[in-house]
């Protein structure tokens, strides 16, 4: 069943992220494609995450595609001005690109092309809003197209530091949702009791909440989140876990499968995000049961 | 300096029409030098606001006051005892001016009566065009002193493109090409061999590539 119809009919949707090489070598993207396929229901591909060059996650999602995986594809605003995203998206339908989510970019400054010259041409609700006018067969200018596009089109929630940040990121869910998109993925849960609050809030929203679960790779990686980034709730006690754990790798995918596994209880699917570590993703979905 | 265009009208009566008592408030630099927001437009607004507020049936009272620069906390701090007799502020100064306002009045509406265009000159009685688009890293000294980035259409900064013709850009007979520009000021100047030198691609940080700019003058700053 395609990522949409699952989501329609209220089934529990696994999804994986996968990022395209910086350079041309495929062949871990696609041994990991193969690895985790009829295992998850798609792949998230990200574009230039975190302001890194890499390889479009256009050609990334037409790879998964060729190994018979689903994708979802990642679209946002820094790179491309409204003629190329538009361009892009129609590609991303002819080359069998169904699921896209809008998402928010990094600011140059913050990756590895800091001297390059910024778009934001549109904003993420424009740019929600732009597929939905190219799905009715129009374009941004009003022209029509020869033939529609067809995307089921989420969006996300950024981590948020307090709550008057969460309120400010609800708020912008709010307009996005009401500008199309039709699922949301939200940040890492390290807290389920944390989450279940920032849930019922979440689900005010109206549309499938999709959580993100982060694979700790390391104590060193859960004591930077927990520092970095308080509103991410990494507890004393998870830190304490892992250090504890004399296979510390293990832990990190014990705690991720178990997380997925209490999560499908409560939302209507799950992100794994295990950055660089995908061929660990048959052992998490392994303890999440599925 | 930086220009400006008085906005219609209409937009700015829809924007005072909720209020009763507004302060017009002009600049006299930039603003006045092109005519958009001096003293004298500062005159002209108010009575076209009155006389088209009438035609409406409704009034005004519309208190008339240009500041030597807008942009400057020094003097907006002069507005301080005209503030509360008013309702809202409308001012002619550019946007920075109109931000500084809106800064230190945190409890009073401002609205823009003009469009803040870009920093140019002036070509002639009445005609301003753009000349520096701010880009923190200024190239003039390697292109004759003409700027590519502001005054080429297509911000190239190797040569011209191939729709340059006549001296003219291809976006319109009445634009001059930058880099005929260029190219004719390096010639009389004897550094043809500039035009041919390559330059690497821009780094855009310095030109607010990298977000909002701020200048800190650590033997001034306080
Ligand atoms: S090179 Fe940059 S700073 Fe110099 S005139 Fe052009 S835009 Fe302005
Ligand atoms: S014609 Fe000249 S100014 Fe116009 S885009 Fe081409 S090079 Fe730039």
Redesign the interface.
Known sequence: MSFQKRLQSNEFVVLAEMHTPKGVNISRLVTDARRIKGRVDAVVVPDMDNGIMRMSAMAGGVLMQQQGVETIMHVYCRDRNRMAIQGDILAAHVLGIQNLIVVHSE???QGDH?????VYDLDEIGLIKAIGQLQKGKDLAGFDLDGEPSFITGCSIAPYADDAALAAELSVAREKVAAGARFIITPPVFDLQHFTSFLAKVKELGVPVIPTVFLLKSLAIAQYIANSEPGAHISDELIRRIRKSPDREQEGILIAGETIAALKAMTQGVLIQTLGWEHKLPAILDIAGL | MITAERKPLEELIEYVRPFKRILLLGCNECVTVCAAGGRKEVGLLASGLHMALLKSGSTIEIREHTLERQCDPEYVEELVPMIDGVDAIMSMACGCGVQELARRFKGKPVFPAVNTKFMGASERQGVWAERCQGCGDCLLGKTGGICPIARCAKQLMNGPCGGSTGGHCEIGDDVDCAWALIWERLKELGQEERFVEIMP?????P?G???PRKIIREDLAE
């Not at chain 2, 691609?201 to 940080?205: H, L, P, T």
């Open positions: 600011d140059m400054s800091s001297d390059a010259k910024p | 691609a821009k780094d855009w940080r030109g590539g990298s977000g």
